[in-house]
């Protein structure tokens, strides 16, 4: 999947527009992860009615307001617009977490060309590997909502970093797969042990209490006869 944009750039659709033109960029947004191609124009009616339900569905999948662990998922619009002054406005009916290509790009016209997208809207669904997952998501994405992504995600065999604990994520990328798992073994190993130790210091607390009541119990027994006053050590 990274290959398909590297040496390409994409551009954020935030208010700087802040481009990602080097390979550690590309590959830090679009690597493992689940990417969708949305191909559409300004000037197609069912693709401004449809922008509201995307940008739904992208916000409860990646925007922290709505979910604690934002899903391995990219969006790329592909405008077909006619001038850049309508993917401009297209853009602002956006997400601002979307990237897109520049209008002068030529590599909009071969992305269409490539996945052969001949109807808009369209939405291509490509694998962490760059295969076609799904041709057009549109209508799935219409119907099932957010369900639709768990799907794409056993099917693309996913792997999901979100069992991890919050202080794990740093310096994630030195992390094997597996480090998580081994983690969270030995927690839960280092968790019994803590448990066991806790029963038996309980029991030897108790152990010195029942010796100390005893103790008092003899020294209320001891002063009983000395002018009816006593105290318990």
């Not at 916000?59 to 993917?87: F, G, H, N, T």
């Not at 939405?123 to 369900?147: E, K, M, Q, T, Y």
């Amino acid at each position: 999947m990274v290959d398909l944009f590297l040496n390409r750039v994409l551009i954020e659709n935030n208010w700087d527009q802040d481009e990602l033109n080097t390979e550690r960029e590309i590959m830090g947004i679009l690597e493992n992860r689940i990417v969708m191609l949305f191909f559409a124009s300004a000037e197609c009616e069912k693709c401004l009615e449809f922008v509201p339900v995307l940008n739904d569905f992208f916000k409860r999948l990646k925007d922290p307001a709505y979910i604690e662990y934002p899903k391995l998922l990219a969006l790329i619009y592909i405008s077909l617009d006619q001038s850049e002054e309508k993917q401009e406005k297209f853009l602002k009916e956006l997400h601002k977490k979307v990237l897109f290509l520049a209008f002068e790009d030529p590599y909009r016209k071969e992305l269409q060309t490539m996945f052969k997208v001949k109807d808009v809207p369209t939405i291509v669904v490509l694998r962490p590997d760059g295969s076609v997952l799904s041709p057009n998501a549109v209508r799935d994405i219409c119907r099932f909502g957010c369900d639709c992504f768990q799907n794409w995600q056993e099917s693309a065999e996913l792997v999901e970093r979100s069992f991890m604990l919050n202080e794990e994520f740093d310096n994630l990328n030195l992390r094997s797969a597996t480090d998580p798992v081994r983690r969270l073994k030995y927690k839960t190993e280092d968790d019994k042990r803590k448990k066991r130790w806790w029963k038996l210091w309980g029991k030897g607390r108790d152990g010195n209490e029942e010796e100390e009541e005893k103790d008092g119990a003899w020294d209320i027994k001891r002063n009983e006869g000395d002018n009816n006053t006593w105290r318990i050590r």
